[in-house]
């Protein structure tokens, strides 16, 4: 670093750099580095390497001071993505596993497929290089930030990566004054930790095309991004990481990373699903984990490195359900879960679920088990329970893991402790019985419909009668065929809504037989 008592310009002959200094910052802005591309050097001073070819210039003998930017980019994030390509440099093992596992290319990044896949959204708009200001939400882990990175890859633009956790607004401005002649993205990570009025910051950037802003956040933007700035945003969803797809990313790393290659590990495929059903649905959870397994396994002095369920139990400093979701445990808690429902044992039923959702399974098909239930279990005693039970799927999907378990739980409850009613489920067994085994009796002729005249003329429709025209609606009619007359296939029970439901049929019965109430 060169001292200085003031701030200083050097404009070399040879226009191979652009300099600046301070008394504790130097910066450089050399013609040979590539556009786009600034690798930051610490040492006792700051040096921070900006591209000249990029177009970012300073009149001569204009006061410059960078110092607080340059610090506050420094502990934003370890990868210190400041005009960097974010990726680690040859041997640079320093850095966790999911940092040197970033993906480097869209082909490299896994899951999301409903923005990357092929003709879908952001595929389109990262290769019209049209991208606009955009926030992305959702879930930690699941690639916000290398989204961010990849759409600069391949626009060719500036990536500054900043965190609105670690960075003021006034920060903020001299970023965006100091690259004002140069488009750069601006990747904001929880960027719904800036107030309203923060926010309105960003609004005449964005709308000029000043930057092309990309906010990352886990929150809900409609709640905390305000209406102005939305609505000159994209909002893009990503979803949780399916097991599959963290699978995916472990192998990878296990079959890539020079760091995990030299442990030589041994993993099995239930491991690694092990791990990718502890991840939750988050990439970097993952790999940490895969990491710290294989640290410990490196420390054992053992002369192979394996990793199984109980080193990741150990890495995980958690219990860690022993769960194989197509073995007889997996039908067993179902089972005991549907039982627990059925005898309104709410205690019970959760303490199942929670078995089955730590254990790993899929919470949709808990789900799919406890729709079936409404009908099969609780019917008309409670109509409520079939919407109740639908609602919370939506709500999971909608929410995701983990806050979505609260309706599941919701729904479990709510269902154990309803009226029961097994009705519906008898009556359509009875009838599909009737239906299959015996013969297809023909639809009594009053009851069919007559669309045309030659249908009339053969009677269809004939004697129908219409129980709007008559008093309660109801009127004495055969509905049934004559050889299936009388017959009673649902029976309503005493209990909740289907009580009801038995009183009309009754009434219905008494009436059609031309009997008074």
């Known amino acids: 670093m060169v001292p200085a008592e003031k701030h200083q310009h050097e404009d070399r002959s040879d226009n191979s750099s652009i300099s600046y200094w301070s008394p504790k910052i130097r910066v450089e802005y050399p013609f040979a580095m590539p556009a786009g591309h600034v690798h930051p050097v610490l040492s006792w001073g700051l040096s921070i390497n900006f591209s000249k070819a990029a177009g970012i210039r300073q009149p001569k003998n204009s006061s410059i001071c960078l110092e607080r930017v340059v610090i506050s980019w420094y502990y934003l994030s370890n990868t210190m993505e400041l005009f960097d390509n974010g990726i680690p440099q040859k041997g640079d093992t320093a850095k966790p596993l999911a940092d040197r596992m970033r993906p480097k290319t869209l082909d490299e990044f896994v899951g999301q497929e409903h923005l990357l896949g092929d003709n879908k959204i952001l595929r389109l708009l990262i290769a019209k290089k049209d991208i606009p200001s955009m926030i992305l939400w959702g879930p930690s882990g699941v690639g916000k930030t290398t989204l961010g990175w990849l759409m600069g890859k391949y626009m060719k633009v500036p990536f500054i990566s900043l965190s609105a956790v670690n960075i003021g607004i006034k920060e903020v401005k001299e970023v965006i004054q100091k690259t004002k002649f140069q488009r750069i993205i601006l990747f904001i990570d929880e960027f719904h930790r800036f107030n309203k009025l923060q926010q309105d910051t960003f609004l005449p950037h964005v709308e000029n095309g000043d930057i092309i802003l990309i906010g990352a956040t886990t929150e809900n933007p409609s709640f905390e991004i305000i209406s102005p700035l939305l609505s000159r945003m994209r909002v893009l969803t990503?979803?949780?990481?399916?097991?599959?797809?963290?699978?995916?990313?472990?192998?990878?790393?296990?079959?890539?990373?020079?760091?995990?290659?030299?442990?030589?590990?041994?993993?099995?495929?239930?491991?690694?699903?092990?791990?990718?059903?502890?991840?939750?649905?988050?990439?970097?959870?993952?790999?940490?984990?895969?990491?710290?397994?294989?640290?410990?396994?490196?420390?054992?002095?053992?002369?192979?490195?394996?990793?199984?369920?109980?080193?990741?139990?150990?890495?995980?400093?958690?219990?860690?359900?022993?769960?194989?979701?197509?073995?007889?445990?997996?039908?067993?808690?179902?089972?005991?879960?549907?039982?627990?429902?059925?005898?309104?044992?709410?205690?019970?039923?959760?303490?199942?679920?929670?078995?089955?959702?730590?254990?790993?399974?899929?919470?949709?098909?808990?789900?799919?088990?406890?729709?079936?239930?409404?009908?099969?279990?609780?019917?008309?005693?409670?109509?409520?329970?079939?919407?109740?039970?639908?609602?919370?799927?939506?709500?999971?999907?909608?929410?995701?893991?983990?806050?979505?378990?609260?309706?599941?739980?919701?729904?479990?409850?709510?269902?154990?402790?309803?009226?029961?009613?097994?009705?519906?489920?008898?009556?359509?067994?009875?009838?599909?019985?009737?239906?299959?085994?015996?013969?297809?009796?023909?639809?009594?002729?009053?009851?069919?419909?007559?669309?045309?005249?030659?249908?009339?003329?053969?009677?269809?429709?004939?004697g129908y009668l219409y129980p709007h025209d008559y008093e309660n609606a109801i009127v004495k009619q055969a509905y049934l065929p004559e050889e299936l007359k009388g017959r009673r296939y649902y029976r309503p029970t005493d209990r909740g809504h289907e009580k009801r439901l038995k009183d009309f049929i009754e009434k219905v019965r008494r009436l059609s037989r031309g009997t008074k109430d």
């Open 238 to 462: 990503l979803n949780p990481l399916a097991k599959d797809s963290l699978a995916s990313i472990l192998r990878r790393a296990l079959s890539t990373d020079k760091e995990l290659l030299s442990a030589a590990l041994k993993i099995n495929d239930d491991t690694i699903d092990e791990i990718a059903i502890l991840a939750n649905g988050d990439a970097r959870r993952a790999l940490n984990l895969l990491e710290v397994c294989c640290k410990m396994v490196r420390e054992t002095g053992q002369k192979e490195h394996v990793i199984d369920h109980d080193v990741v139990k150990e890495a995980y400093q958690k219990k860690i359900a022993v769960y194989d979701k197509k073995g007889e445990m997996h039908y067993d808690l179902i089972s005991a879960l549907h039982k627990s429902m059925r005898g309104s044992d709410a205690d019970a039923a959760l303490y199942w679920l929670a078995r089955m959702i730590e254990g790993g399974e899929d919470p949709l098909y808990i789900m799919r088990r406890i729709v079936r239930f409404a009908s099969e279990d609780v019917g008309n005693a409670d109509p409520y329970a079939l919407s109740l039970a639908m609602a919370a799927t939506e709500a999971f999907r909608f929410i995701g893991p983990p806050e979505g378990y609260l309706a599941i739980a919701q729904a479990c409850l709510y269902l154990s402790l309803c009226e029961k009613s097994n009705a519906i489920y008898t009556a359509y067994g009875a009838a599909s019985r009737d239906a299959r085994n015996m013969p297809e009796y023909p639809v009594p002729l009053h009851i069919r419909n007559a669309p045309t005249q030659l249908m009339e003329e053969l009677g269809y429709g004939k």
